[in-house]
């Protein structure tokens, strides 16, 4: 992939557009320290997404009651569905009036789009093909199953489904620039959705079939021996389980089985979305991305969306996607630290597109960026709350929103760290600066209102060394202990704290704690149901 040559990823270049008589440069990703930063109007941006449900965005009169739920949560970026039978409902005849009137209003409510591109594939499926494409299943193949029974999945090996597609995408994109390059609304595009084989493992199709009795191509097989020594160690097992071969058909390389069969479709898959990805920024070159539907441990190759973009296949999204600028989880498990180390192991950026909107999800979020420093994050049908002022998701983005530029200054130097509690896991400890810091649930309080409760709230919080003895702690539901890691004969005391908040980028102290808010001097704390910003300040004694 363009973005995983040195680090996982070669940077985008900082192209210059030009608009007028001025230079824009289009959103772009940019390495900091050892991590990524998104770039948009050529400042550091980190997404305070939501994604809308499925049908929300098919006319203005249906997102009229939304935008204002976005603005009091606080959202700055909203993912969005662009559909392909709605600007291609004859084929070569485009309508992007959807589109254009979306950017429009996302512009008067300040907010950036990212747009979700459902072409050939959502959630496996290709439910949001134009009718042309459907009614036209000779010149338009689907997949079969091995009982030769077709399904409603565009196959990847027809030329014809690839061609409709891209240049449908490529009309998409370059409208986009021409509409939107000065303004920057629309600051990165997922291409397809959730792509995945079902019912079986692998297509069956004549076309299918022919391409997996053929030689596994050399760009795979040189990529795999290039990366030998880094390849995930899922991929790298099937490899060697076979005598890591380096000549011969899909059977032969990675041998017979479901596995096999998974691997056969990713590359396919891969190579296809890269296409339309390539296509695409010819005419753009703003970041794009594709997610992927997690799988189920217990489940087989076919019995979860197969050969999407997936952890234990990254090698071969990489390989083929070469103008794919990352892989993204979408989130319907809770296994949320256990997956996102999966895809950020090879030093690949962090972004969450999707996440189930569920009372954990603002606290994941606020962990996600604090953690991982990820590029942003996204819970799914944003627009289904009742009374959006008041979700704690619209809370912890305030948070976020206020600490953007510290984050962004400091990122990518280790200066920066999350942690994620409950009662299963009600303790994280963590090293930054000259100390180390204890972070517990606020229930662990045996004082604490709530404290017996048999559930306990999600809590998370951000901390960011300013310096070696100062720190922004913000959250909810958390209590800080620390001691030194210099000299561990001494103690370390809080020599001051501040509640406070950042007011045009400036830090303005509202509160000054000591005494019960300090528990005497022991800790800090920010109680379950509250969202606070403290700025601490450290020193040892004897």
Known sequence: MSNFKKYGFILLASLSLQFGSGQYKMPHLEKTGNKTQLIVNEKPYIIRGGELGNSSATSMESMELIWSKLTDMNLNTVLTPVYWELIEPQEGK????????LIIRARKENLKLVFLWFGSWKNSMSSHAPAWIKLNQKEYPRVKDDKNKSHEILTPFSENNLEADLKAFQKLISHIKDFDQKEQTVIMVQVENEIGMLPTARDYSSLANEAFNKQVPDELLKYMQKNKEKLVPEFLEVWKKNGFKISGNWEQIFGKGLQTDEIFMAWFFAKFTNRIAKAGKEKYAIPLFVNAALNAPEKKPGEYPSAGPLPHLMDIWKAAGTSIDFLSPDFYNPLFKHWNDLFIRQGDPLFIPEHRFDSTAPFKGLYAIGHYEAIGFSPFSIESVAEAKKEPLGKIYDLIQQLTPTIEANKGFRKIEGVLVDKANPTQIIQLGNYEFTFK????????AGAKDEIWPMASAIIIAIATDEFYIAGSGIVVTFKTLKNTSLNAGILKTDQGRFENEVWKTIRHFNGDQTHQG?????????????KLRLYTYE
């Open 94 to 101: 485009f309508d992007f009036s959807l589109v254009d009137d």
């Open 522 to 534: 022991r800790h800090i704390r920010i109680a379950v149901g509250d969202f606070e910003i403290q």
């Open 441 to 448: 649930h606020d229930y662990t309080l045996n004082w604490s």
